[in-house]
Each structure stands twice: as C-alpha cells, then as structure tokens.
C-alpha cells in the first residue's frame, strides 16, 4: 500500500520521537536536556553502558554514535519491534489518533506531482526576488526600509516582489515550460470559471515566502501596497502543498531555534515574525492569516512545550489571546502548556521592538502570564461579584471551562489554583470581593457572646458552636468522617460502578487522612478494565471484607447488598450531593462568621443559631447523654470509640501493600 507523502509528513509531525523511543530506553539524565530536545541514552541496538545514542526531538531523528544506527520513528519502531513498514505506521498512527489513509493506487504519481508542484513555487520565487530589484518595485524597497530591514535581512527572508502586471508571472512560467495547469494547481495563478484568460492571484505585492517545517516552498503570503487593494494581506490558497490551518510562517528556523534553547514565540503577523527574529528572538512564528487551529497548536508544542502567545496590544489581539484558552484547554497535558503575553496598548512587537528596543521585547516575554491567569481574567473582569448569586454564576462557569480539560491530573490541578484565586479575591469564606474585611477584628473564639453593635445598641449574638464546626463538624470523629466512609465504603463494596464515579472521586476532598488512601486506590482501579479485580489485587481481599463486614458499615443496604449496581449508584449519588451540600452549608456558617463585625441587624442571630443546630449533631442530643454519641448516615448513634475503630480499619487498607507486581 502507498502513502500519500502529506500523510507520513503529518504522522512525523505530530509524534515525538523521544516519547516513541522512550518507551525502549533510559534517559541520562545528567547528559540529557529535555528542555531543548537533545537526549541520550545507552543504546538499544548494542550492549553498551554509555549513553551514546543521541536523540533530536525537534527535527525527529536519532543517531548513535557507537553502532551508527539511525533513523526516524518509523525506522526505529521497525528496528526495535521486528515490524515491517505498514506495520509500524499503523502503530505509530494510533499512537497519534490519525487514521490510516484509504488505499490509494496513484499515491506514488501523487507524491511525483508534488514534487513537481514544489519546483513550480521555487520558479516563481526566482522570478518574483528578480522584480524586487526592478524600478517597478523602487515603493516596495523604500516601505522595507522604512520597516528597519536592511538587504541582508531582505535576502535571509527571501523578500519578494510581485509586479502589478496581470500576467508576469504566467508569461515567464510558460517560457519555463511550465503549463498554466500546474500554475494553477499551485495557487500562483486564478482561471476563470467563464474561460476567461487566467491571470496572476499575486499583483503589486510585497510577498514573503512560506516553508513547511522541512523546509520546502509551499506558499506565499502578499502585502499590498496599494491602501485602497480590496485585502491588505492575501495568502496562497488551499493546495495540495498548502493547508494554512496546519502551517506555520517561519516553521523550520524557529523549531532549529528552539532547540537552542531560545523561547518560542507566536505573533501575529509576518512583519512581527522577521521583527523579533531579527532583534535575537529567533524561535518565532506566526499562524497564516487565521486563529491559531488546533493542528497549529500541536505543531507549536512539538517545538517547545510551553510557548509564548505574544499577540497585539488592541482590543482585537486581546480578544484573541483570550479566545486561544477555548482552544487550548482540552488539548493541554501535563508539561504542554501555554503563556500569553499581551503587548502594550496599540503597539505590536515590530511597533515595540522598533520603539524602545530588543529589553522592552524582552521584559514583555519574560512577563508572560499563565493561561490560568487569562482564565481568570476572562471569567471576573468587568463583573460584578456582589451577591451569592453572582459568584455561584462564576463558580458555574468555571467548572464548565475547567471540565473541558481532559487531562483528569491537570483538571484536578486546574480547579486548586482556581480555588486560590477565589480565595484571594472573596476571603477564605468565599465572601465579598474587595480587600481583607477581617482586618482589625478580633478572632473568633468559640463561645456564645454579643458581638458589635446592633441598633438597639445590644449587638448581635454570636451563638455557641463548637470549634471542629468552622471548618468541618469534628474531624476527630464526626458525621462528616462517616459520610466520607460511607461513600468510599459503598464503592469498595461494588467496585462495577467506579468507572462511572472517577471524575467525583478524583475531585472529592478527603478531609480525614486515613480515607485518602482508599481513595486513591478507588481510583486506580477505576482506570482498570476490570475495577473489581484490580482493587482486591490494590488492597488484598481480607481487607475489603473487613471493610464490609464492619459493624458501622454494614448497617448500610448499599453495602449490606454488595453488588447491586443500582442500589450502589443510587446511594453514591444521594451520599455526595448530601456531602457537598453540607460542605455549602458549612462554608456559609464560616462566611457568616467572618462577617460578623461589619453587620448591623439582627437578623443575623437567629440563621447563626440555626445553621450551628443544623452542623453541629451533639446539639441534637438528649442533655443526659455524657458520651461524645455521633450521628451516622444511616440513623444511628454511634460513640467515638467505636467510630475510631473505623479509621483505624481504613488506615490499615492505606497501610497495606500491593501484592508483588502489583508494585505503583
């Protein structure tokens, strides 16, 4: 079976040999730097104890400096798994969520017409870097210079120049024996539909040369000089060598640049690209003429792993920077992120560089910001965030941005830092926005007392709670501890439904550390194919039967009837909406608190009393009962010795270890 030759250019785009051939070798560290794409290890093709087996992860080949074994991806997975070539393009094409091309019996006249459509575009080149050097072009070499380039530059870009003549071009390929057709076929000239005579896309046009990442003309991309022309800007066309969603002006210097260790930056524009490369910012790149599409990001992130998005300083590139993070957060991975750096107001970085120098560039770049931070950005300013309602509008939103993130650990991750920043901006209670209300107040202290004053000059009441209740009612041994216990012990019991409750195990917070390691183990085997097996291989049989049969959760029908996938699903639900209800509650009574100084009515007395009724179970109690009794899920009381027995049965689940081979 042939390939189409885009196809193989694709596959070896989007892999990283280094993740191909790590999976057969161990890195050296020491002589290694991921960073920058260059790795080495002890090789796999010989006995040996050096690491004399270089990998270039930027330009996708290896060589080893002992057996002189080299290659690409392919090459080296056909080596190293005895496989033939489909065989191995098939693999690596999983691995890269491509799917393999249709059989294609002309694949190899194809791939000889590209070529020869790639001869076509360095002919035209040719012909159009003869015109800039023309009188036609005297306004053309005046804007350049005026734009700060110098010939060396205009030679080092390949600057061209197109002359306002409808048919230039043409003329001269004909004479080149090149046929209107193959003209045609590479975007330099339009035929029209009616039969009219073709004639040049490209007229009085400064042109700038486009390459793919090996380094072969595919495209152009036109300014035009006169300020009335219909498009400031016109690219070549979609072609068979051309796919301006999937290219990137400047690809190949910027990638070798990379791996040099400069910063990755994508600008806007050609003028920015040339601009910063020549100020020393030679990682540079720009989209074509689009948004940056999700292939361009892809292509970004085989370059450096965290680039820079330096977009203009106007409304519009600020509306695209903020646009990428749609874009970014369901393809972001542990280690391939983004950071944003938004240009001074009404300036670009041609604009900065050319005004206060390559330091002023510089400090911009060094000051990027996380895509976090966009995020944030994006979601409160300008908003008012005054009221419950309001700031449960964002909380809505937030998780709905968050969970487009399919990287579960960065979700996780993703969802703290958010909290932080809510943290910063409404308190510790999630209260009002603005400032640290606290300051100057005294500290809560746990005991019934009149705070402030009220209108009749009494104050307001602050009514007993105890002091687990601020932040969760008796850590030591509370309803809180049991309903975590329940939920996890119910999953334990019916481990058939943990694929159905990974992402809420993964974002439930244990708050009593001996759940957390049952929690973990939880979700390790929901990620197995069979969660049941998988977690008595985790933590042994007779702990889970103990787990089960213990009398504080054996009362439970969830777990009395193990394996009834409906009665399990349906507790678990009901347990983690009641959890996170009580959470709420919780985190309301802390808000309250906190803001107890500043408020006049009171009104405020009574919902304090209540809500501490509410959270605090001992409350509840008969006066005459002396013993710290706890109020389980299920109903009934249990005392605190009992209850510790059940953290100490947990604890001892977190404690055990995997059978051997079952080692994480």
Not at 451 to 474: C, H, N, Q, W, Y
């Amino acid at each position: 079976m042939s390939l189409p030759p885009t196809f193989l250019d694709d596959l070896k785009t989007r892999l990283s040999l280094g993740q191909v051939v790590g999976r057969k070798v161990i890195w050296d560290r020491k002589k290694s730097n991921p960073a920058k794409g260059d790795l080495w290890a002890p090789c796999p093709f010989h006995q040996e104890k050096t690491a004399s087996f270089h990998v270039d992860d930027r330009k996708g080949f290896y060589y080893c400096f002992g057996c002189h074994a080299k290659g690409d991806a392919v090459s080296f997975v056909r080596e190293t798994e005895n496989m033939g070539f489909m065989e191995a393009i098939e693999l690596l094409a999983r691995e890269a969520g491509m799917e393999m091309p249709a059989r294609d019996p002309r694949a190899a006249e194809k791939a000889d017409e590209r070529a020869k459509l790639t001869d076509v575009m360095e002919a035209a080149l040719k012909f159009y870097r003869l015109q800039l050097k023309t009188g036609a072009a005297a306004e053309a070499r005046d804007y350049l210079a005026g734009r700060g380039l110098t010939p060396a530059a205009i030679d080092r870009w390949e600057i061209a120049f197109a002359p306002n003549d409808r048919t230039a071009l043409s003329r001269h390929l004909q004479g080149q024996g090149i046929s209107t057709a193959q003209a045609d076929e590479a975007g330099l000239v339009i035929v029209p539909d009616d039969g009219g005579a073709p004639y040049d896309r490209f007229r009085g046009r400064i042109l700038f040369p486009i390459r793919d990442g090996r380094g072969r003309l595919i495209a152009f991309g036109g300014r035009a000089m006169d300020p009335n022309a219909r498009a400031k800007y016109l690219n070549s066309p979609e072609t068979p060598l051309f796919d301006k969603g999937r290219s990137l002006f400047n690809h190949q210097r910027a990638r070798e640049a990379a791996g040099k260790g400069h910063p990755l930056v994508v600008a806007e524009g050609y003028m920015d690209v040339i601009a910063l490369a020549e100020a020393g910012f030679e990682a540079a790149v720009a989209p074509l003429g689009t948004a940056v599409t999700a292939d361009q990001l892809q292509l970004l992130w085989r370059i450096s792993d965290e680039p820079v998005i330096a977009l203009d300083g106007d409304a519009a590139g600020q509306r695209a920077a903020l646009r990428v993070i749609d874009l970014a957060l369901p393809l972001l991975e542990a280690g391939k992120s983004l950071r944003v750096a938004l240009m001074p107001e009404g300036q670009d970085p041609d604009d900065l560089i050319r005004a206060k120098g390559r330091e002023a560039m510089s400090d911009v770049i060094e000051g990027a910001r996380p895509l976090i931070d966009l995020l944030w950005q994006r979601e409160t300013e300008g908003r008012v965030l005054d009221s419950p309602e309001r700031r449960a509008a964002l909380d809505k939103r937030l998780r709905e941005v968050i969970g487009t993130i399919k990287d579960r650990s960065l979700r996780r991750h993703y969802g703290e830092e958010i909290g932080r920043l809510r943290r910063e901006a409404f308190g510790g209670g999630g209260g009002g926005g603005g400032g640290d209300r606290r300051e100057g107040r005294r500290e809560w202290q746990p005991r019934g007392e009149w705070r402030g004053k009220g209108r009749d000059g009494r104050g307001v009441f602050l009514p007993a709670v105890r002091a687990e209740s601020r932040a969760t009612i008796m850590v030591e041994g509370g309803e809180d501890r049991m309903q975590e216990a329940a939920i996890l012990g119910i999953l334990a019991a019916t481990p058939a439904v943990l694929p159905e409750f990974l992402s809420e195990l993964e974002m439930f917070d244990c708050r009593h550390p001996p759940h957390e390691a049952l929690r973990q183990a939880l979700i390790r085997a929901a990620e197995a194919k069979e969660p049941g097996v998988a977690l008595e291989a985790e933590v042994g049989a007779q702990a889970l039967e103990n787990l089960r049969s213990d009398r504080h959760l054996a009362v439970i029908p969830a777990i009395r009837r193990a394996g009834d996938a409906a009665l399990a699903r349906l507790s678990v639900a009901e347990g983690l909406a009641g959890l996170k209800a009580r959470r709420g509650h919780e985190a309301a009574l802390a808000e309250a608190m906190e803001d107890i100084g500043e408020v006049e009515d009171e009104w405020l007395t009574r919902r304090l009393e209540e809500a501490a009724a509410a959270l605090d179970p001992t409350r509840r109690l008969e006066a005459g009962d002396k013993r710290a009794t706890l109020t389980a899920p299920n109903g009934l009381a249990v005392d605190r010795e009992e209850s510790a027995a059940l953290d100490a049965l947990i604890g001892q689940l977190g404690q055990m270890k995997p059978p051997k081979g079952r080692q994480r």
